[in-house]
Structures are given as C-alpha cells and as structure tokens.
C-alpha cells in the first residue's frame, strides 16, 4: 500500500451502515472496501503513479471509477503500490517503484507481478476484497496470476479512463482484480458505462449476468511453447477440466505482426503522454535505473510509422475477431512463468524472446480477457489461465471463468501467511 | 539490414545530440540498442501492405461545447 485513505474510509464507512440500516440497500458492493491502482486521481489524497518525482502529487476530483465505485457504495480504503508510471519507461525488475518491489503474499521472496502490482497482492493478502488495477499491455493479468487471484481485463471502453494516469491513451484499460471471477463481474458493473469525461467509452450497457452453457474453448497453437513445465502441467490439467464444461479445439490466428503493431503503438503513445516528463529529464528521478533512460529511444519513433500501426491495428482487430468467432473464449496461460525471485532482473530468468500473441491481440485490438488461478508449482507459486472473448463479450468469458472455478478449487486457497 | 542499420544509426545520433547531456555512456548504449529494437519493429510494420482506403479507427469528433 502506498497510501491508507483512513479518514476517507471511515467517512464512506459510516455513510454506507447508515444508509443500510435506513433500509437504502444499493447492492453488494454497499459497505465493502476496495484499494486503488496508485495512479486513480482521488481528492485530497496523493496519486503517486508509483514514482518519486510524483509522489506528492494530488488531484481535486476523483477520477470517474472512484466516483461510481463510491456511488455503488464501496469504500475507499487505501492506494495501492504500483511500477512506477505503469511500466512505461521500459522496467527490468520488480524494484522499480518508489516503495520498492511488492511481494505476492505467497512468498514474500517472489515477486507480485506489475504494473498493478499492490492491487493483486492486496487481494492476495486479504486486506480487502477487491481492487481496481489498470493494463495497456500485461498489467491485471501479471499481478492476477502472480497473486494467485482473478483479474479481469475489461473490453477498452467498457471503464472510464478519466482521472487514470495516461500511458498509452488507445491502450489503457482500467478493470478490477478480486478472489473469484464472479465477484470481477459484480465489480466491472459498477465501474462501466459511458463517460463524457472519457469519449473512448462505450455507450454499451453492462450488467453482470452469469450464463449456464456448454462452452466452445479456443486453445491457442503452441501456447506453451516457452512456458515454464509448472505452468504447461497446470494448464493442462485445466484443458481436462473444460471438457467438463464445453468443448476444447485447437485455434491459430493468422500470421500477423501483433506485437509489433501493439508495441509501435505503446511506444508512440507513452512517448507523446510523457513529452515534457521526458523533455525535463525527470525520468532520473526514477528507482529503476533502466527507468532513467527507458523514455529516450522511443522519441525518435516516425509518425509514419506510428500512423501505419494504427492502420494495421485496424485489420489486425478484423483479423483477431475472425479467428474467434467460433469460441466463446481462446484459453491460455495466464502468463507462462510464475513469479520470479523479487530481487532478480527478469532477462536473467527467461532466456531468449517469448512472445506475448495473446497479449499482443488482446491489448491492441482492445479485448476482454480473465485471468484465474489454476494451481501451483512446486515452490507453491501460483500459475493461471487466463480467458480472453470477442469486444464486449465480458460476461461470457467471466461465466466461462466461473464455471472453471466452480469445478475447481483453487481460488479458496489462500497464502498460510496471511491466512488467520 | 543495412538500410536498418543506416535508419537506426541516424535516429540514434539524434537522439544523442538532443538528450546526450541527460545520458551517460553506458546509457547511450542502452538508448541505441533501444532504438536498433524500434526500427527493426518499423520495418515489420513497413512491410505489411495496406490498401489506400484501411484507415485507422478513428475516435475524433468535431466539438462544440453548447452541445456536449
């Protein structure tokens, strides 16, 4: 945690029992404590992004998912650590935050993944139910299964950006990490909807609705090609258990420069949303000593070349939304490696390049995908598989997540630490 | 490669000449190998054939504040 909202949460605390004993129950999110990703505007309380040079930093409003989480009755209790601005500047390591690395509370020696990383710990940990993370490119998922906990990465739009620190303003999603998928559904319905502060939003309605169905899974093609054994023995496994629940067939989607695309993207739109930060060399200020010099290469990124990705984007959307058609969800692991030591750089732990096509797909062409635990290695890591669906398509990929869940029991195994 | 190698060495210098003051030498080469990776990437990207009308989703809108 970077920051305790006490006073705040005994306001909202107090607000909340008293409208529930006045009978002005307004659902179950009425009463319950959340944390923030450190990098939600909220009033009077500093923002920090994860970074030295912002941490005394505080907004006069709320950024738009406080307002409606507040509206639903949650109660603010604390901001969360977080990578410093959201991994932007191109880390290399868990200790890359002004409040050092944050630990997954399974081992307090590993890392909890980032860039949202207090907000999957928090849950992990069980200082409160849920919190609200934010991905342009990995980071709800990375926390969620180095956690051990669910984390949904919504449909781009589906949630306001406004008041969210900008890295890449055509990537940002803001969505929430809990214990079971089922309660991301309960949360993402009191987060979405359309904003006039944010004109990327959606006009789409979103209720939470679980469906009973035979599902059609997608198994991605070589999806743990690089994926450490754990992960590929526990995804597996996983495969076995959705036969139970629909059926499983093998998918590819077309040869496509997804990583490219989405990086060129990512890259052009942190440089431009950090110009002056970058221009004012305030990036030394930064812990990551990778972070100091992370911002410059990008800044001699062609508009060309920026303005040829989005274009590519486009097809590559058309592209991805084919392939999956016939599914209801492609499955995957959630990430292919389970937390790495906290104290380790992560190209000494993987060797060569593993490519991301999920995240790749996913982040550019602005997908839904849920991420939930799936088992342990034999360190008592956790592994997960995430769920990723069709624009707009949350509550099949949350209901095939919780029918996953229902015949599991991984998501009621909690850390022995933080365990009472 | 070569025309790459040419396109990553120009943009580097740039890059040099405007931040090299803010950068030590084991940064710089840092920075080139970052800007070697994006126009590698560029050149993916260049490959790839549009036609003349793929145009970008495009969110801009013309405002006007009496009717937002």
Redesign the interface.
């Known amino acids: 945690m970077v920051t305790v909202t006490r006073e705040r949460a005994l306001k909202e605390a107090k607000k909340a029992e008293k409208a529930i004993k006045a009978g002005k129950y307004l659902g179950p999110l009425h009463g319950i404590p959340y944390g923030g990703k450190d990098l939600l505007a909220t009033k009077g309380i500093p923002a920090s992004w994860g970074a030295a040079p912002f941490k005394d930093q505080v907004f006069d409003h709320d950024a738009t998912v406080v307002k409606k989480l507040g509206k639903a009755g949650s109660v603010l209790g604390a901001k969360l650590a977080m990578i410093e601005l959201a991994g932007g500047m191109?880390y290399r390591q868990p200790n890359a935050s002004f409040t050092g690395p944050c630990s997954t509370p399974w081992s307090l020696g590993h890392w909890a993944g980032g860039s949202s990383s207090g907000s999957g710990s928090a849950v992990a940990a069980g200082l409160v139910p849920f919190t609200i993370g934010s991905e342009t490119w990995g980071s709800i998922l990375s926390p969620a299964g180095n956690c051990g906990v669910a984390g949904l990465r919504p449909t781009y739009g589906r949630v306001s950006r406004h008041g969210a620190m900008a890295l890449s303003w055509t990537l940002d999603k803001l969505g929430p990490l809990c214990l079971t998928a089922d309660d991301c559904g309960l949360v993402l319905e009191a987060m979405a909807g359309y904003d006039?502060k944010d004109?990327?939003t959606t006009r789409k309605l979103y209720k939470y609705e679980a469906e009973t169905r035979e599902f059609r899974f997608g198994v991605l093609k070589g999806t743990t090609n690089n994926a450490q054994e754990a992960v590929t023995e526990n995804f597996n496994e996983s495969l076995k258990e959705l036969e139970n629940i629909g059926t499983v067939e093998e998918m590819e989607y077309p040869e496509?420069?997804y990583e490219?695309?989405t990086?060129?993207i990512l890259?052009a739109e942190a440089a431009s949303a950090f110009d002056e930060f970058t221009e004012a060399?305030t990036a030394?200020g930064l812990t990551a000593p990778?972070d100091?010099?992370?911002p410059?290469?990008?800044?001699?990124?062609?508009a060309k070349?920026y303005?040829?990705?989005?274009?590519?984007?486009?097809?590559m959307?058309k592209k991805a939304d084919k392939a999956m058609e016939p599914y209801d969800a492609i499955v995957a692991p959630g990430r292919t490696r389970v937390a790495p030591p906290i104290d380790m750089e992560f190209r000494k732990i993987s060797s060569g390049t593993s490519k991301d096509i999920m995240g790749a797909i996913g982040n550019g062409a602005g997908l839904p995908s849920i991420s939930v635990p799936n088992g342990f290695n034999e360190e008592g890591l956790p592994t997960s598989i995430q769920f990723m669906g069709r624009a707009y398509d949350e509550n099949l990929i949350i209901s095939a997540a919780v029918a996953y869940q229902g015949g599991t029991q991984w998501h009621t195994k909690h850390p022995k630490a933080f365990t009472p | 490669m070569k025309d790459s190698n040419t396109e990553a060495e120009t943009l580097f210098k740039l890059v040099e000449q405007k931040y090299g003051d803010k950068l030590t030498e084991e940064e710089l080469e840092e920075v080139k190998k970052g800007v070697e990776r994006i126009v590698e990437a560029s050149m993916e990207l260049r490959k790839v054939k549009l036609e003349n009308g793929d145009e970008p989703f495009s969110i801009f809108k013309p405002y006007r504040g009496d009717e937002e």
């Open positions: 191109g006039k004109q990327t496509y420069p490219a695309i990086r060129a890259n060399g030394r990778e100091h010099y992370g410059y290469a990008r800044t001699i990124i062609l070349d303005l040829k990705a989005l274009r590519l984007r486009a097809v959307a």
